[in-house]
């Protein structure tokens, strides 16, 4: 079956620097976009970032857009999110998530995601 885990999460001080990784197995990676959401206390998930099955065409969420980078190597099956200039309102539980052929601004179009990794970034 389709599992993703997600690595990398933890506590960082405002201005920092995080790198969030997403192994993906039980599934013919290159087939499939990949998407980081996130999700901060009483709030709904929230889109990050996409990039397609080839790795071009990356999309940012607008409140990370110049900060963070998503990426990916179909020779690892791993997708990775590195997080720069961090603020405090990016504390959240961050997910992978992937789904087949193309992406989804949409949380509830995808069917696959990691167990969530926390990032919590101190003022």
């Known amino acids: 079956q389709v599992q993703l885990v997600e690595s990398g999460g933890g506590l960082v001080q405002a201005g920092g620097s995080l790198r969030l990784s997403c192994a993906a197995s039980g599934l013919a990676f290159s087939d499939y976009a990949m998407t980081w959401f996130r999700q901060a206390p009483g709030k709904e998930r929230e889109f990050v970032a996409s990039?397609?099955?080839?790795?071009?065409?990356?999309y940012y969420g607008d409140s990370v857009k110049g900060r963070f980078t998503i990426a990916r190597d179909n020779t690892k099956n791993t997708a990775s999110l590195q997080m720069n200039s961090l603020k405090p309102e990016d504390t959240a539980v961050y997910y992978c998530?992937?789904?087949?052929?193309?992406?989804?601004?949409?949380?509830?179009?995808?069917?696959?995601w990691g167990q969530g990794t926390q990032v919590t970034v101190s003022s």
């Open positions: 990039i397609s099955r080839s790795g071009g065409s990356p």
């Open positions: 998530a992937t789904r087949h052929l193309w992406a989804s601004l949409v949380a509830r179009d995808y069917n696959y």
